[in-house]
């Protein structure tokens, strides 16, 4: 008998997590986005693994590097935790298709909207997509998501999306009350 798959939460970071100022990579810079730590929690409780899936086109540009970008995942992952809204893995994407330099110049399959980063978590974590649930801010994520069989993706704080088949709120808070 197959074990049952797990529900996942899979949020962007830029514009979900914190603050999008553009090339977030030092923790003095960061503001998290009002309600994130609550909604994480919800989901926890409910028993989604939470996920970050997330374009670094910074690394690709060369405004920073892997090992920064690293420090600065494991400062957040310590503020989730400290919040007791613990992320249970972060995926990202450090390439670009036409801005990127040297090795990171490159068209890839992990880049949104392509799906590369969800069906690796997936395949990694034993996640169910179809019962999972995607919360970004970009057109990108939304179709990522779809591509990865995900029915449940919210766009948040654009007031754009219905038209395209997926769900747009206001805020976290919104979300986390309407699906925990």
């Known amino acids: 008998m197959m074990p049952e798959l797990k529900r996942a939460l899979f949020l962007d970071r830029d514009g979900v997590i914190n603050v999008d100022i553009g090339y977030l990579h030092r923790p003095e810079d960061c503001t998290f986005v009002p309600g994130i730590f609550e ?16 374009n670094q086109a910074g690394i690709a540009r060369g405004y920073y590097d892997e090992r920064t970008f690293d420090a600065f995942t494991a400062w957040m992952l310590e503020r989730f935790v400290a919040e007791g809204a613990p992320i249970t893995q972060v995926y990202y994407c450090p390439h670009h298709p036409t801005a990127g330099l040297g ?31 995607m ?24 007031g754009q999306g219905h038209e395209r088949g997926f769900c747009s709120v206001a805020s976290l808070n919104e979300l986390a009350k309407m699906l925990f």
Do not use: N, W
């Not at 909604?39 to 693994?49: D, F």
């Not at 090795?103 to 880049?111: D, F, L, N, Q, S």
């Open 103 to 133: 090795e990171y110049k490159r068209h890839c399959e992990c880049r949104k909207p392509a799906p590369g980063m969800f069906l690796r978590a997936a395949r990694e974590h034993g996640i169910d997509l179809e019962r999972s649930v």
């Open 135 to 158: 919360i970004g801010d970009a057109e990108t994520d939304m179709v990522a998501a779809e591509q990865a069989g995900i029915q449940a993706r919210y766009l948040v704080g654009t």
């Open 39 to 54: 909604l994480v929690r919800k989901a926890r409780r409910a028993g989604y693994g939470v996920f970050v899936v997330t």
